[in-house]
């Protein structure tokens, strides 16, 4: 267990703590806001809050940003026995937690999501100080719903969110998700010849994320052979942990590339070599695909908390940016037939127009203003 013996010194100025983690879409984005509002103010001192030994303490202190851990952890849905310390670690937090908001003293504090936002947005709560939250997915997350009603301000990716957690509207400010993606400047057919690719043929961008998707790949190695007889290019990150061949054969080398991770120069390459994707629903990939304008036939992850990601596919579906397969109806007659409605020239158009529609390029910017603005 974490202790509270170290915390951070006492400081003049404005100071804001920021808590969220659990995965890089609560992460990522926190230290986004972080760093834009670094930028509008230089003299803001800001202090990271969040589980020990976590995503988010490396990354924090990769950052830069000063970090003080508390001792939550997820909620483990349907196994009883990892759950039973889960209330004292909840309650030593929150006492950790207004601990570091005692020294801190924050003017505000801002909660991206993920179980390690409770304690620090909680503690807030408790010694009166403000709080924001920051939801990326379209159905809000348990820490949200528990939250919303105490929070000064809810910054959103999606409309339907704020349908869910039925609050007054002047509590919401929809600002999409910040992303760090690296939006290329190389045309289509120049991308597609950096990856050694035909530049002519429609391309198709498959990714499960950096751990991979194991349905996604394993419909995908099935009807590969048959994409390539269609004339479609296939850029293939498999993840991590895909165990199939990844060699590409001689003969398909100006047809086909596959690789278990892309840094993100090549995300963004392949973001912009694409004429679609196919992918799953968590809300940064959902972000990233947006700001690139890049349609895509969507499978979500069965088993993301509370069906995320099927609530992500169905608001992009609604706005008409993508096409949603559930898990268990992949399969290669599925996938095929997808693939076939989406490269329709006019069809592939209006889903791209669709996707851009979603797009929030400067929602870090909104928001560190916004909490600027707040905070006075």
């Known amino acids: 267990m974490p202790g509270i013996m170290n915390d951070p010194p006492r400081t003049r100025g404005l100071r804001i703590a920021v808590c969220g983690g659990g995965t890089g879409g609560h992460v990522i984005p926190a230290l986004s806001i972080c760093d834009k509002i670094k930028e509008l103010k230089p003299e803001v001192d800001i202090l990271y809050i969040g589980a020990a030994n976590s995503l988010e303490e490396s990354l924090a202190k990769k950052a830069g940003y000063p970090f003080r851990s508390v001792w939550i952890s997820s909620l483990r849905r349907g196994r009883i026995l990892s759950n039973i310390m889960l209330p004292l670690k909840c309650a030593v937090s929150l006492c950790q937690a207004v601990y570091y908001l005692f020294r801190h003293r924050p003017k505000m504090v801002i909660g991206t999501g993920g179980f390690s936002a409770w304690p620090a947005c909680s503690a807030a709560s408790i010694t009166g100080r403000s709080y924001v ?12 719903r528990l939250l919303a009603r105490g929070a000064k301000r809810i910054y959103v990716s999606f409309e339907e969110t704020i349908e869910k957690l039925r609050l007054k509207e002047g509590k919401f400010l929809v600002t999409g998700n910040p992303v760090c993606i690296i939006v290329s400047e190389m045309g289509t057919e120049e991308a597609r010849r950096a990856f050694g690719l035909k530049p002519s043929n429609r391309t198709i961008f498959v990714t499960g994320g950096s751990g991979g998707a194991k349905s996604i790949n394993t419909v995908v190695d099935r009807i590969k052979n048959e994409l ?4 479609f290019n296939l850029i293939w990150q498999t993840g991590k942990h895909w165990d199939g061949e990844t060699e590409v054969p001689f003969e398909h080398r100006e047809r086909m590339v596959i690789q278990r991770f892309f840094d993100q120069e090549q995300m963004s390459l392949a973001y912009n070599a694409a004429d679609f994707a196919i992918s799953r629903c968590g809300a940064m990939t959902l972000a990233e695909l947006a700001v690139v304008g890049l349609p895509a036939i969507l499978v979500p992850f069965p088993f993301a908390a509370e069906g995320h990601q099927e609530a992500n596919a169905r608001a992009v579906e609604v ?11 992949l399969t290669p007659e599925t996938l095929l037939e997808a693939i076939e409605d989406i490269s329709q020239e006019n069809r592939i158009k209006e889903m791209a127009s669709g996707m851009k529609k979603l797009a ?3 929602a870090a910017d909104d928001i560190a203003t916004d909490i600027l603005g707040l905070i006075g």
């Open 133 to 144: 939250l920051w939801e990326p997915n379209a159905f809000p997350g348990l820490v949200t």
């Open 228 to 231: 390539l007889e269609r004339k």
């Open 319 to 329: 706005a008409g940016g993508g096409m949603m397969i559930l898990d268990k109806d």
């Open 360 to 362: 929030r390029t400067d």
